[in-house]
């Protein structure tokens, strides 16, 4: 593995030494900006884009306020048709419960649809602890299975490989993990797909358990939506005996009708397609069609507690459709891994901080890996207000971290590594509340300019190593004024 995800370095760390490699910075250059050119001719064709964008902001706002009524009555809806819902309240729950249920088939291995509820838990890792074998069927999600490595963006896992890199996958890894590469097996985009499609062909006929996550989830009705372009989706869906389905708590919408505003908005925004080539919804079981028996996972995970907070919940409407990571220059910049967790970006710098919280170093950086310059908002289908939350989530680190208890108290244990902005900023308040202090502190600085680094010690030397610092003037403002207009109108 790429040693991504909880245990890395902080953001700041893991984008410098990103930066500096210059395949991945071009790979992800081309990737990024083709996507974001088709999104804007895509989006453009709609006259009432911006009323979708709301009516999908107000869709998602209105479930999540009454997210508790939509989860009983998607139970219910899902029990009648002839499935069974299972309710995790965690990463290790949800694990369990998937486990359990591929061994009550028999079966050791299971093959999956592209799903980041999946990757968010760990769940291939998890299965294989119990000597069961997932197969990843989405090509992006193959490649970077086969390659021993992480999804680097939400639609284009693979996006920081390129296609010399990929042929080089196949051809070493495809047979340990079933039908090898055919031989002479070149680049061409043809080749590599028909090697993946003839690769995967035999596990789609073999499996008899599937994995999926789901787009959306009508409560209404009690079903569930994939959306997807390979087709492989639709193969593991209907032809397994078995159909497992792990979906997060918040992609609940309370109505058919609902479906047709994000089945809009979601292709335009993440390919850039008018729809979706393949949209499958199953609703339960039905004799003789699809699987036997289905089950869903509801998964929390965080998510109540995000919920909880006023700001930070805005990233629970989010429709996974990776468009603010194209349009961000941080993302283009640093690649997925950087950010330490499956959703990178501008949206991963928001909901994975909110989802495990803010006492890893890892998650107490993403907050600040972004320049606020709110692309990601302008393009956010159903209008996240992603700097908002950022800022929100920074005061957040800066407030403090952890809780602690100390006899009988409660205690905020402060943040880590914010200990020397908050003690600039003491001084600079004491120092703004004595006016002769201030004035005696300018002086001295004009006075020993010369002495000045260019660049800050310590922790601040991250800072100055892209900027000079401000150069320090010959003379302070107030002695200028005082000097020039005599004294009158002085400042104090």
């Known amino acids: 593995m790429s040693g991504t995800y909880l245990g890395m370095p902080a953001f700041p760390k893991a984008a410098h030494e990103a930066v500096h490699d210059a395949t991945l910075r071009g790979n992800l250059r081309h990737a990024t900006q083709t996507i974001r050119a088709k999104r804007e001719k895509a989006v453009v064709e709609l006259s009432d884009w911006a009323a979708l964008r709301e009516a999908g902001k107000r869709i998602k706002d209105h479930t999540l306020r009454h997210l508790d009524r939509c989860l009983v009555q998607l139970e219910q809806s899902v029990t009648a048709a002839g499935g069974v819902v299972h309710w995790a309240a965690d990463a290790d729950e949800a694990n369990r419960i998937v486990a359990d249920l591929v061994r009550a088939t028999g079966e050791s291995e299971v093959v999956k649809v592209k799903s980041m509820a999946t990757q968010e838990i760990g769940l291939n890792e998890a299965l294989e602890a119990e000597g069961i074998r997932a197969y990843e069927t989405d090509l992006a999600e193959l490649i970077v299975q086969l390659g021993k490595d992480r999804p ?48 995967l062909r035999e596990k789609f006929l073999r499996a008899k358990v599937g994995v999926s996550g789901a787009n959306f989830m009508v409560a209404e009705t009690g079903t569930l939506v994939v959306v997807e372009s390979e087709g492989n989706g639709r193969m593991c869906l209907t032809l397994p005996e078995t159909l497992i389905s792990v979906v997060g708590i918040e992609k609940i919408v309370p109505t058919w009708r609902d479906l047709e505003v994000f089945l809009q908005t979601l292709p335009r925004s993440s390919t850039a397609e008018r729809m979706n080539p393949y949209t499958s919804m199953w609703t339960g079981t039905t004799d003789g069609d699809g699987p036997r028996e289905f089950h869903l996972v509801l998964l929390d995970n965080g998510r109540t507690d995000t919920l909880a907070d006023q700001v930070g919940r805005q990233a629970l409407r989010c429709i996974r459709c990776s468009a603010c990571l194209n349009v961000c220059p941080v993302y283009e910049r640093a690649g997925g891994h950087a950010y330490g967790s499956v959703y990178p970006g501008p949206i991963g710098a928001i909901l994975s901080p909110q989802l495990r919280g803010v006492s890893s170093e890892i998650d107490a950086s993403l907050p600040y890996a972004s320049s606020l310059c709110g692309a990601c908002y302008e393009v956010c289908p159903v209008a996240i207000d992603i700097p908002e939350v950022l800022v929100h989530l920074r005061e957040r680190v800066v407030q403090g971290g952890e809780v602690t208890s100390r006899g009988n108290k409660v205690v905020l244990k ?79």
């Not at 080089?168 to 080749?191: C, H, N, S, V």
């Not at 010959?474 to 400042?491: L, M, S, V």
Request: glycine fraction near 10%.
């Open 152 to 199: 680097s963006h939400i639609l284009v896992p693979a996006i920081h490989r390129n296609r010399a890199e990929i042929r080089d996958i196949f051809r070493k890894e495809m047979g340990q993990w079933g039908r090898p590469a055919p031989d002479g097996l070149t680049d061409t985009p043809a080749e590599l797909a028909e090697a993946a499609r003839l690769h």
């Open 414 to 492: 402060p943040a880590k590594g914010h200990a020397a902005e908050r003690a600039a900023m003491r001084a600079a308040r004491w120092a703004f509340g004595r006016p002769g202090a201030l004035r005696a502190g300018q002086r001295l600085a004009s006075r020993t300019r010369r002495l000045h680094p260019r660049s800050l010690p310590g922790p601040g030397r991250a800072w100055s190593a892209t900027r000079d610092l401000p150069a320090v003037p010959q003379e302070p403002f107030r002695d200028w004024w005082q000097r020039t207009n005599g004294g009158k109108g002085g400042a104090k």
